[in-house]
């Protein structure tokens, strides 16, 4: 999808709501394991979840008809992505990401958007005070570089002031 779709991939904008602890290189793998297991009624808390049952059939449908289209087409012609195939991933791509939102949201209380707008608040606030404590003299950048203890307390009281 990377090289064939890159400019249609389907916004990822809502995992800034995951838990940072779910956040792993391989999620993806395990949601088309979830999918598989939600499929088989192996997972029973997550199929009360409104439409997650549903979604992942549709995923693993789009799955199989990627797999098939992608395979007739390496046969016939390697190394090129007529329309038929970038249509296949583009739905795969984007019954992809609305099972995952849909999943994770059934498991694991996911950010508001108003709690995402409040951390980012605060990551600012932190940036300005880091820049005007530089700017002022009170802090060194040897301090930030080197992760110094007293600096994780500083900060914060630097930015109430």
Known sequence: MEECIP????????LVKFPEELLVDNLGNHMLFAAEC????????????EGTRPRARN???????????LREQSLSQPGTYPEPVRA???QFDRLFAEFELSYVSSLVAVKSPEEIYRQQEIIVLFCETVERALRSGYLTQEMIDGYEPLLMFTIPRLAII
């Open 88 to 90: 296949a991933l583009v």
């Open 38 to 49: 939600l499929l088989a009624g192996t997972f029973i808390e997550v199929e009360e979840a």
């Open 59 to 69: 995923l693993l449908c789009s799955l199989e008809l990627v797999r098939t289209v």
């Open 7 to 14: 400019t249609q991939r389907h916004s990822r904008d809502y």
